[in-house]
C-alpha cells in the first residue's frame, strides 16, 4: 500500500519557537508530489507548502520550510518563529505526478502553540 | 468563482433518510475529488472526477453512494439511506494540474 505515515499525533511548541513535524512515505513512483495541509479548528484544509519529487531544492514559503530526503522517503515541515495561528491539524499528503491523481494524506499532526 | 463552494454548510439525517451535498469547483478546474473526514481526522478518497466523467472511483462504497458532476451544475454526493457511520465532514476539492488541490470548506454531515 501506498502511504503516509505521520509518527507524531501531537505536538507542543513555545510561540517564537521552531517546530518540525515528521512524515514518512511509501511509493513505488519514482515522481510524485508532497504536501503539507493546516486544518485550523475552522476544518477549512489550507495548502501550507508543496514539493515536486524530482526537484532536489527543498520547498519554502514565508515560515514554512521543508526538509526532503527522497531516498529515506521523508518529508518534514518546519515551523519557524511560531505564531499562536499556526496551532492547528498538519497532514502531510503525496499525489502521483503528470495526472490528477487523488492526495493520499497522513493521520495528521495536531500542533499546540503555547504562548 | 475563485475558491471552492460546498453547500450546505451543516446537515443533519435521520438514520435511513437521504443526504445530498454539493460542490460548485474553481472555474476552469477540470478535476473533482470527493474526501470524507471522519471523528478521528482521517481523510478518505471517495471519489474524482474529470469533467463530467468519472475518473477514479475506487473508494466509493457502492451500495449507497452515488456522486455526478453534469455540466453547468455544481458537483453532487448523495449517500441514500443514510447510516450513523456515514456521519463525517465531507471535502470537495478541485484542481487544475499541477497546481494542486483546492479544498471547500466542507459539509458536516450528521446522523441521528
Known amino acids: 500500500a501506498q502511504t503516509v505515515t505521520q509518527s507524531q499525533p501531537e505536538m507542543s511548541v513555545q510561540e517564537a519557537e521552531t517546530v518540525t513535524l515528521s512524515c514518512t512515505y511509501d511509493t513505488s513512483e519514482s515522481d510524485y508530489y508532497l504536501f503539507w495541509y493546516k486544518q485550523p479548528p475552522s476544518r477549512q484544509m489550507i495548502l501550507v507548502i508543496r514539493?515536486?519529487?524530482?526537484?532536489?531544492q527543498n520547498a519554502t514559503e514565508n515560515r514554512f520550510s521543508v526538509n526532503f530526503q527522497k531516498a529515506a522517503k521523508s518529508f518534514s515541515l518546519k515551523i519557524s518563529d511560531s505564531q499562536l495561528g499556526d496551532a492547528a491539524m498538519y497532514f502531510c499528503?503525496?499525489?502521483?505526478?503528470?495526472?490528477?491523481?487523488?492526495?493520499?494524506f497522513g493521520k495528521g499532526t495536531r500542533l499546540h502553540i503555547l504562548p | 468563482g475563485e475558491e471552492v463552494a460546498q453547500t450546505p454548510k451543516h446537515l443533519v439525517r435521520g438514520e435511513g433518510q437521504k443526504a445530498k451535498l454539493y460542490c460548485a469547483p474553481i472555474?476552469?478546474?477540470?478535476?473533482v475529488f470527493w474526501y470524507q473526514q471522519v471523528l478521528k481526522n482521517e481523510f478518505k478518497f471517495l471519489i474524482s472526477?474529470?469533467?463530467?466523467?468519472?475518473?477514479?472511483e475506487t473508494g466509493m462504497p457502492k451500495e449507497r453512494f452515488s456522486a455526478k458532476c453534469l455540466p453547468n451544475s455544481p458537483c453532487s454526493l448523495e449517500i441514500q439511506a443514510t447510516k450513523l457511520e456515514d456521519s463525517a465532514v465531507y471535502f470537495c476539492?478541485?484542481?487544475?494540474?499541477?497546481?494542486?488541490?483546492?479544498f471547500g470548506q466542507g459539509t458536516r454531515l450528521t446522523v441521528v
Open positions: 472555474k476552469g478546474h477540470s478535476y
Open positions: 476539492a478541485s484542481s487544475l494540474w499541477p497546481k494542486g488541490a483546492f
Open positions: 499528503a503525496r499525489s502521483n505526478m503528470n495526472r490528477d491523481d487523488k492526495i493520499i
Open positions: 514539493q515536486e519529487a524530482y526537484k532536489q
Open positions: 472526477f474529470q469533467n463530467e466523467n468519472v475518473f477514479d
